[in-house]
T-cell receptor, first 113, second 112 residues
Framework: GENVEQHPSTLSVQEGDSAVIKCTYS??????FPWYKQELGKRPQLIIDIRSNVGEKKDQRIAVTLNKTAKHFSLHITETQPEDSAVYFC????????????FGTGTLLAVQP | EAGVTQFPSHSVIEKGQTVTLRCDPISGHDNLYWYRRVMGKEIKFLLHFVKESKQDESGMPNNRFLAERTGGTYSTLKVQPAELEDSGVYFCASSRIGQGKTFGSGTRLTVV
């Protein structure tokens, strides 16, 4: 069935370092890949997304890369700050943003000051 | 604009009881989704409404779960009777056609 694997499950970095979270999806028909950030006790918030017609997208300190051949996509956070600490979820969806999302299991990122 | 609102934020019920969760989507969002995160695992899809119609209910775990969206506005998710394994955080999300989903803060359900 449809499945998204996410690694690592926990990640601890020093403030200012980069953080990378990787996901692999199984459904080759997936064409929309959002990333959500969930701070403790708050709602998951969309931080960046990428569609299958591009290989990379950047928004300030956050970037996402997509390798459709390998069915991999990754989140890159540069110059990490303590406020980046949260659980990050990757997800994949068929037929664009409207369809259901298949989520990864989440990565707990801790940025040490 | 106001965000996606969910009620209650927390609910503790006994096994066998009934619980109804409510979601108020962002005004104008025709798409409404229910998701659930159980025991720190992945967030799993339950179902998708387009206006008042169920577009996809492939994620509903069993017939103890009933979702409605009368009039295409707010939605309710009823669990009857609740079992221990139903414990988790239930998220609602909404979106306009073709756009990304905005999530609510979730309802934490604990069945004891």
């Amino acid at each position: 069935g449809e499945n998204v694997e996410q690694h690592p499950s926990t990640l601890s970095v020093q403030e200012g370092d980069s953080a990378v979270i990787k996901c692999t999806y199984s459904d080759s028909a997936s064409n929309y890949f959002p990333w959500y950030k969930q701070e403790l006790g708050k709602r998951p918030q969309l931080i960046i997304d990428i569609r299958s017609n591009v290989g990379e997208k950047k928004d300030q300190r956050i970037a996402v890369t997509l390798n459709k051949t390998a069915k991999h996509f990754s989140l890159h956070i540069t110059e990490t700050q303590p406020e980046d600490s949260a659980v990050y979820f990757c997800a994949a969806s068929r037929s664009g943003a409207t369809n259901k999302l298949i989520f990864g299991t989440g990565t707990l990122l801790a940025v040490q000051p | 604009e106001a965000g996606v609102t969910q009620f209650p934020s927390h609910s503790v019920i006994e096994k066998g009881q009934t619980v109804t969760l409510r979601c108020d989507p962002i005004s104008g969002h025709d798409n409404l989704y229910w998701y659930r995160r159980v025991m720190g695992k992945e967030i799993k899809f339950l179902l998708h409404f387009v206006k008042e119609s169920k577009q996809d209910e492939s994620g509903m775990p069993n017939n103890r779960f009933l979702a409605e969206r009368t009039g295409g506005t707010y939605s309710t998710l009823k669990v009857q009777p609740a079992e221990l394994e139903d414990s988790g955080v239930y998220f609602c999300a909404s979106s306009r056609i073709g756009q990304g989903k905005t999530f609510g803060s979730g309802t934490r359900l604990t069945v004891v």
